[in-house]
């Protein structure tokens, strides 16, 4: 097991899931198969939240398995660097990867491998009982329980931990249909919804848990009809539609040119738990989530661009210099 640093003793994020090593195309579009130069890096949604709520000034933990390999080793380095606290197996198996290819200038492309790595080995023995319980924000998304049992269970047990402890539980139902069907995503990520205080959805994501809604409202109270008391809805250009303890909230977006929308999810829930870890009222943690959200899309990779608190306020400047 490898730890960065104890948690904190300040109101602290914990989170768990698989961290990839990214290897991303950099010059011209075209088919991977011909050859090209390759940027690497590293991607996970659990810990883009983790380095977002850090970089925001917040304290932020991961758990998580990697490969006892260079790429574990990529992995734990720049997690660290980011102030994100690593409590981390290191496994036989290899480093999760993801191949991203730029096929023509408005189209990517995307391979996952992992299929018998080092992520989808995550167990309940590798949660840490004290650190959920310790933390005040258990943050969760729909991708690890999809890497199979061993994780789904891991993701149960921190859930179980944190509602005995009366953790605050935030879940992004995050689905992604490379990894499961949206039957077997229902049938998991229901019981994960009804013990959840926050649920982040797309309008998509929303139905699969509460099929038959109609539009944000609808599908943010029929949720938290399951039992959260807040659910927010993720428009992307339109903004976000939140009913949080009972009152409704719009948030509209932050207006820039998209260069990249991956990471965008990612960086509104980091912005958003950042400022409830801050003790800020919905319509500040709204604004942020709805900045990070702008600041991911503005810019390459999934969390590389991610703003500093102090860099907040980049977007309101117009011009392609700020003096």
């Not at 650190?131 to 005040?136: F, M, P, R």
């Not at 049992?149 to 179980?160: F, K, L, N, Y």
């Amino acid at each position: 097991m490898s730890t960065s640093a104890h948690p904190p003793d300040e109101p602290y994020l914990v989170t768990l899931g698989d961290v990839l090593a990214v290897m991303a195309a950099t010059r011209d579009p075209g088919p991977l198969a011909l050859g090209t130069t390759l940027r690497l890096g590293i991607a996970g949604a659990e810990s883009n939240v983790a380095v977002g709520v850090s970089r925001l000034g917040g304290s932020a933990t991961w758990i998580g398995r990697v490969g006892d390999d260079e790429l574990g080793d990529l992995v734990l380095r720049e997690l660290r660097a980011e102030g994100v606290t690593t409590i981390a197996a290191r496994d036989p198996a290899p480093t999760s990867l993801l191949l991203k290819e730029r096929r023509t200038t408005t189209h990517s492309r995307t391979r996952y491998y992992r299929t018998h790595t080092a992520g989808s080995r995550l167990t309940v023995d590798d949660i840490p009982e004290h650190v959920v319980a310790g933390a005040a924000v258990l943050h969760i998304t729909g991708i690890t329980p999809a890497l199979g049992e061993g994780p789904a269970a891991a993701v149960t047990r921190a859930v179980d931990i944190a509602a005995d402890a009366g953790v605050t539980i935030s879940l992004d139902v995050n689905f992604r249909s490379l990894l499961w069907s949206e039957a077997e995503a229902r049938r998991i990520l229901l019981p994960l919804v009804r013990r959840s205080d926050l649920v982040f959805a797309g309008p998509h994501e929303a139905a699969l848990v509460v099929p038959g809604a109609d539009g944000p409202e609808e599908l943010a109270k029929n949720i938290c009809d399951l039992g959260p008391g807040g659910a927010v809805i993720k428009l992307g250009a339109d903004g976000a539609y939140a009913l949080l303890e009972g009152q409704p909230h719009w948030q509209p977006a932050v207006p820039v040119r998209v260069h990249d929308s991956v990471g965008a999810g990612d960086a509104f829930a980091a912005g958003y738990l950042a400022e409830l870890l801050a003790g800020e009222p919905p319509e500040g943690r709204l604004r942020t989530a709805a900045l990070l959200g702008a600041f991911a899309v503005s810019t390459a990779g999934d969390w590389e661009g991610l703003p500093r608190r102090s860099e907040l306020g980049l977007l309101d400047h117009h011009d392609d210099i700020v003096r």
